[in-house]
């Protein structure tokens, strides 16, 4: 159970289009996901926090205008790259938790490589 | 905010040798997760150890948290054990910092 599924796995898309990618939990429901960012050879860093019906929390340094999160229901969260650039090739990956169980570790969706070009 | 450093970055092993990869995190927190990220970056749980020891096969986890690490375990390394393994840990909220990440060769 706790799976983590993540839409799509790769893309390309040309310098100044929009790319929307979606984190779904299949058997639970999230109040909360999260996103991730890891550039080739890098650690995980998170960008945002989604939380469902509410803004997101968006982590230090991170453009919200650039990266456009919905969490419009408790299974779908939408991470929108808009305006792309081939600076924000990368991999994003999304995770989450089931809100009724506590102490539940985040689990994680298999990520999408986005490139721009 | 909380630093998160892995040791080694960098290890290569012959096929059934053991290892030992080390977490150090400088401040507290709530809990501690080791994963395994495969060549295709799909990140793979291994441990969700806030404390204590572990074991799963032939891994073992043991995180210190009052010393502010953890160590994972590795015997009897097989090739399919090659990738990057991380340590996260959770701050506040389900807040994960990921830590800077080992990368492990296993040579047949």
């Known amino acids: 159970g706790a799976v983590v599924s993540q839409h799509p796995s790769r893309v390309i898309c040309k310098s100044g289009t929009s790319v929307k990618i979606e984190c779904r939990s299949l058997d639970f429901q999230a109040t909360t996901m999260f996103w991730y960012r890891q550039f080739p050879k890098q650690s995980l860093m998170l960008m945002a926090t989604?939380?469902?019906?509410?803004?997101?929390?968006?982590e230090q340094g991170v453009e919200k205008d650039k990266f456009l999160i919905n969490h419009a229901s408790l299974t779908l969260s939408t991470l929108t790259v808009t305006s792309a650039h081939p600076e924000d090739s990368s991999f994003y990956i999304c995770?989450?938790?089931?809100?009724?169980?506590?102490?539940?570790?985040?689990?994680f969706g298999n990520g999408t490589r986005l490139t721009v070009t | 905010g909380i630093q998160v450093e892995q040791s080694p970055p960098d290890l290569i092993l012959q096929e059934g040798a053991n290892s030992t990869l080390r977490c150090n995190f400088s401040?507290?927190?709530?809990?501690l997760q080791w994963f395994h990220q495969n060549p295709w970056g799909q990140l793979i749980n291994l441990f969700y150890?806030?404390?204590g020891t572990k074991q799963n096969g032939r891994l073992s986890a043991t995180t210190v948290a009052t010393e502010r690490y953890s160590l994972l375990y590795i015997s009897s390394s097989q090739t399919t054990d090659s990738g990057v393994y991380f340590c996260?840990?959770?701050?506040?909220?389900?807040?994960?910092?990921f830590g800077t990440g080992t990368r492990l060769k296993v040579l047949a």
């Open positions: 150890i806030p404390s």
């Open positions: 989604s939380n469902e019906g509410s803004k997101a929390t968006y």
């Open positions: 401040d507290s927190v709530n809990n």
């Open positions: 996260a840990v959770v701050v506040g909220t389900y807040k994960y910092i």
């Open positions: 995770s989450a938790r089931p809100w009724d169980r506590a102490n539940s570790p985040l689990h």
